[in-house]
């Protein structure tokens, strides 16, 4: 298998880290405190007792200083992986210590390997529930000590945290958000065009018929995320329609599986959704395709031609900013999102998602670097970090969410703010589907989607495939 690996240190984000951390003030990590030593001795007298203080500053010892700790997890670009780098860097330096991140596309693959092999890093920066729960089930996660299980549960929302607790133990931190249920769009190319957002589904169907009749291209699309990865976007459309098309009561049947009182891929709600989709982007001229083929476009390589016209909407989470040009314009004048619309106005659900580090090793200075990422001065640095790779400006968009509820808010954009918005307030809100899956359905999910999307397999084989990877 072609690895595709980047490893991140400070490189391009030396002066980041710099402007960073002049910019922090108090949320910068705080070095090892002084220790301020007070001594009392007392002289007798003929006539009295004398007392005298001394006092003694001593800087206390740093017990994480010369330490190195490895931080392995899924995201590789420049903007993403650089960004986290170099808020780990900032606690790095704050505590005399190495912290060095290796982002990888097909991350999900290696560290499977990696775990089997005996070879972890020390920590994962794992985005699927389901992979967490089966390490931690395994027993090669270390729990989070009890102040930082303290902290994780009462800074993030409990459908987030609950997702890395396993068996009433708290093994992941919720460290970044992803509202995935938005299509991207140029909304002045739509004034001009005469095209209006739309409001449900048949009106999307509708949307899309119409912009292909006129010449246009409606959808960008591109499934590919490198090695066993590729496929995944497909699954997030699967799992917005099958909340769209059937509410969060049968999404929780069919996340919970055919084996444990749920339902399974081959049930014809499922296969429904499958379809729907392939008839969706099989339209003639329905689909652009930057990398030749859905199946060979990187998801990320859609953003391009989004922005100037080849296409004219995009099915991708908030973190799809990261991949616009630094100089992109977002708002009406610019890049901007809508609702991916329900299917009746009675049911308007949200998908998300979102990563989990967790530790693998029991080693003071990894769970010292867990504590970090569990607290509000991780994510306003990370934050800042990703904006300033993607720009700097004050109305860049980052493509970082924090769930973490004390973050500067402020440090994010009206339109960023938006996304927060929804993700707190959504009613039916569910975490990806697949990710919560057992590890084996979503590895064959995102391989029967891919051969379902090439059209070498139809959806009752693709869903049939999967249904037998149930535990």
């Not at 490893?7 to 880290?17: E, I, R, T, W």
């Not at 203080?53 to 903007?79: Q, R, Y």
């Not at 998801?299 to 908030?318: K, S, V, W």
């Not at 929804?422 to 990710?435: N, W």
Request: glycine fraction near 10%; charged fraction near 20%; charge should be negative.
């Amino acid at each position: 298998m072609l690895m595709r690996r980047k490893v991140f240190s400070y490189g391009a984000f030396l002066l980041a880290f710099a402007m960073i951390a002049a910019a922090c003030g108090d949320s910068e990590p705080a070095a090892p405190p002084e220790t301020v030593v007070v001594t009392e001795t007392s002289i007798v007298t003929e006539t009295s007792v004398v007392t005298s203080i001394v006092t003694e500053t001593v800087v206390a010892e740093n017990p994480l200083a010369g330490t190195t700790v490895t931080v392995f997890g899924p995201e590789s670009s420049d903007t993403e992986a650089g960004a986290f780098q170099a808020a780990l860097d900032l606690f790095a330096a704050a505590n005399d210590m190495t912290i060095s991140y290796t982002g990888a596309r097909d991350f999900s693959d290696q560290i499977n390997v990696q775990v089997a092999g005996g070879n972890p890093p020390d920590i994962g920066i794992l985005p699927q529930p389901g992979k967490l729960a089966d390490f931690a089930r395994s027993g090669d996660l270390v729990a989070l000590p009890d102040a930082v299980t303290d902290l994780v549960q009462s800074t993030t929302p409990e459908g987030l945290w609950s997702l890395g607790n396993v068996d009433g133990v708290q093994y992941g931190i919720p460290t970044k958000a992803d509202l995935k249920s938005l299509v991207w769009y140029r909304p002045a190319l739509f004034t001009e065009k005469g095209y209006a957002v739309p409001t449900s589904w048949d009106e999307l169907n509708t949307l899309t018929d119409t912009m292909i009749a006129n010449g246009d291209t409606p959808w960008c699309v591109g499934i590919d995320s490198g090695g066993g990865a590729t496929g995944w976007p497909f699954t997030d459309w699967t799992e917005d329609l099958m909340l769209r098309f059937h509410g969060g009561d049968v999404y929780d049947q069919w996340v919970m599986g055919p084996n444990n009182g749920g339902i399974g891929f081959a049930d014809d709600r499922v296969v429904q959704v499958f379809d729907a989709i392939r008839n969706l982007w099989d339209k003639p001229s329905g689909t652009y395709a930057a990398g030749g083929t859905i199946a060979t476009t990187l998801f990320g390589d859609n953003a391009p031609p989004l922005e100037d016209g080849t296409c004219l909407m995009h099915r991708q989470a908030n973190f799809f900013a990261s991949f616009f040009p630094a100089e992109t314009v977002y708002g009406p004048e610019g890049v901007d999102v809508f609702y991916f619309p329900p299917v009746t106005a009675d049911i308007q659900p949200v998908l998300g998602g979102g990563v989990f580090p967790v530790a693998f090793q029991d080693r003071p200075e990894v769970l010292a670097v867990m504590e970090y990422m569990a607290t509000s001065d991780y994510a306003n640095a990370r934050q800042r970090l990703q904006k300033l790779a993607n720009g700097g400006a004050a109305d860049t968009v980052s493509g970082f969410l924090s769930p973490h509820l004390e973050a500067d808010k402020s440090l994010w954009t009206p339109l960023e703010q938006s996304f927060l918005d929804i993700l707190a307030k959504a009613e039916l809100f569910r975490f990806d589907g697949s990710d919560n899956m057992p590890t084996p359905v979503n590895a064959e999910f995102w391989r029967s989607a891919t051969a379902f999307v090439n059209g070498d397999i139809d959806a009752a084989t693709a869903t049939a495939n999967i249904d037998a990877n149930w535990p």
